[in-house]
């Protein structure tokens, strides 16, 4: 493990109908410019015949300034094989907001990897519609923002929300066991860009209290689904999901207390994810590189 | 590891409202007409107030001559605490019925264990919809039957399995990839005693082609249960559960090929499970002993 | 999940050479004195010929004074089959003790379990050999004691934490990632009270940079255990393991991030399981029942 | 899931020192003629500094025949970037020897997936030191080959094994639990292409009884790995490993019973893997595409 400054990259997420040649387009489009691949993974769906790609490449030595990447590769590879597609520079870090309610779990994962610097991101910010995680707030000492929300107030308070993101850069939102439904206004300007915590293996227990459905079934594992928030309820694209083994033996509660183990991980798993730009969504799946 | 003869021992599994003394009186009347406990098992439903117990001890010694532990423990025992009861004796083998269509990956598992004396239980015998597998049982010399079923002939044909079942003395029946949906009569007759393996983690894909529906739904694991049969389709109280995860590289060829594994072992650990006399079902979940 | 307080209740962790009779007469000595079993977990190593118990009543009801208990127990059925045994009563939560070093994973996972009240326990002490996390013991105004070690005061130092910890009444001392090998003289004061979490699957990659060792080998699975210390080092009593798959994708420095995943883990479950007085120790091998 | 047949391909493997431009040079080759790329995956080990990868492509309408294939890709970019490379084609499948000795539980999962087409493998062969298994052989009507192996023959029975194995065609040789240690000749002849299955998570429990190496050091969880076989026991690239929790209730017996179910899943993923080309062994470690 050494310790010089990680190389400064840049960060190309692309998908496309498939045809042939766009890995052969896309590399002699950085190896002709000097550009030093540091890694490159590629994905085709057979059902779909859709292509998908990732490719991370040094700034340092490459012949197209960082501010002209994005319109060269517009015009000489992206819109030659109409490609939706975002590129990123890892000097330019993601600025995270992240949604709580009551519970902490999730909320002291997240600031912890922050805090101990396991993630390279900026200060979050923490928006929460209850007061009673504020002093984890002070304790990191990270600005909390209340809004309250009631049936009334609902709409007017997202708008607020949204002011407060935009004036505040944001472009990740963590939905940490945040106990609303977020309105189609926020999921359409945070496009795949909200990411939720549901505490079952999803598609199971879509819902309220899935511990306690899950409990009644009788299942003999449980888990947690990190996925993106769409209109429709716990039904967005998948990212991350994983489970732990439960016997008769345990109780609601004791469902309630392993799988907070399970939920924290794999949120933290998918904020991780993104944070290295490593998640395509595409009709209602991902495609994770990893 | 010892070589020695495995001990003749009897086997109570037993549940019932919970009332103080239960497990006093129960080792009382072993340890007083010296009964050597090999091991005793308990467990509370605190939801249900709902008592279960496992115990297992050795019948050389033991006072009670072995045809009449049951009158005993009844007259001295159950019927003071309205219990559900079974006995069961370790040299009083499972005879197995093994219910196969036409996929293998299963069928071969259980073979196995029991050629290999894995699970020292008897010969089982195969019964069948289809003759694709005919040529394994001939391989390894165990009774085939087909039962070719249509709309038409259903009813008919079950009548005569379970007359062919009642004949051999079978009381486990394995549906190990049974591609049929039996009947209620079957069911009825041997509740709690015909085990399904079903290829996701139930609750979440019911019904037919679950590897489609998972692929659809773009989930990040796979698994599959192991559950009694009953009326109602693939909700019966469940015995094992266990997943693999999956990455969007996988095909839905390649979830089948992974699924299988996993739906053999979860089949054979259920199987393993009822052989030992380890499983009380009770409101639709399950006590497993293990 | 009720929300009733819950009920006092004794545990009682015992092990003993095994023979006839032994589950009968505890159990007979709580039930003729009512006291209500909320749980019996009994096991017998059946090379060894050694019988464990654990069995929890409720002290409600039960005729013998809760001060009485030790000595009616001691007198009437310990002294009887040779037992070691320990008696623990819930409302007498463990006072902990947390070593740690640089790594504030592990402590971050404790306090937060602490803060939410997951475990029900007491305000722990943090002990260090160094200064950088003492942050965190203030922002959860938590008492943080800094003994700074050489090779020259080590003996010195310790013989002041033992002062401290005695003066704390500590009963649980959790190393979580503390750099520091402790001695002999603490060891066998807190004998099979000292957990440690250690970042492989033991016995792999015994001593220093485990995760450097499991790189070069090439290992498909890293992961994390938590034992007793003994005097030898890292070979002590395994309460819990847990592993996480790798690829050759991952660098010496991912094999950190993921590990410290499991590492909190695999300790924290550890040390639920302390404070539930779930484990009994027994010729370097653990009894857990879970 | 299409049921048409299934493409000819090509696949290359290949690693060399990392440099500058070689995907974009062998995406180039493929692409100016004509090569319609399936899969592509590489790997750049920062350490060593040292450049993996993967490609597979169609035959049909490729422009080079395909017995050119390997002398063109020699020249044009093998030579040029120093590269350690194997091609192989879709439609010359691998030909297997399983060795065995006398338990049968990989056997029969191996052979199970020959026989439901799984692999698409041709018929295996199988060589024993001892006979137990030629039942297993006639049933499924494979040949069956014998070398009782003694201190005095054991040279002059590898010798005429190597014979077989030439006359045979065999380029995977899967010790499926074979008790015998091979030879450095073997090993030198079948350099990368012997596979072993070993039952303990390696580095750990090497040798002779890791099951009763494992009960006594008391681990909670157990494994098994799949490897390449060297000269040196037990330290060969790892190709997979998988692992499952135990506790003390598993005595001896059921630490082996349990292991099995790992030891053949371990060793079937490691066989499907080869089998699909995607494992490159470099200095004691695997880089695996899957």
Redesign the interface.
Known sequence: ?KTTAPKRTAILLAHCPDQ??I???V??F???N?G????????????QNHF?MRVEWELDGFLIPKEKVEEFFKTLIADRYQMHWELHFSDQPTRMAIFVSK???CL??IL?RW??K?WGTEKPIIVSNHTNLEYIAK??DIPFYHFPITKENKIEQEQKMLKLLDEQGIDLIVLARYMQIVTDTLIGTYRNRIINIHHS?????IGAKPYHQAYR?????I?ATSHFVTAELDAG???????V?I???E???DL??KG??VEK?VL?RAIWLMLNRRILAYQ?????F?
């Open positions: 493990m042939q040649g890995i052969a387009n590399t002699d950085l190896h002709s000097k030093n691949i540091i890694s490159l993974e590629q994905h085709v769906d057979g059902e998908f519970m902490s779990h002291y994962d912890q805090a101990s396991e304790r990191f293996f999803l598609p199971a227990f079934r009788g299942v003999k594992v888990g694209p998948i990212i991350e999901q994983d489970v083994k016997s008769h033996r109780s609601i509660k309630i207390r907070k183990d991980l933290s209602n799946r991902t495609v994770v990893d």
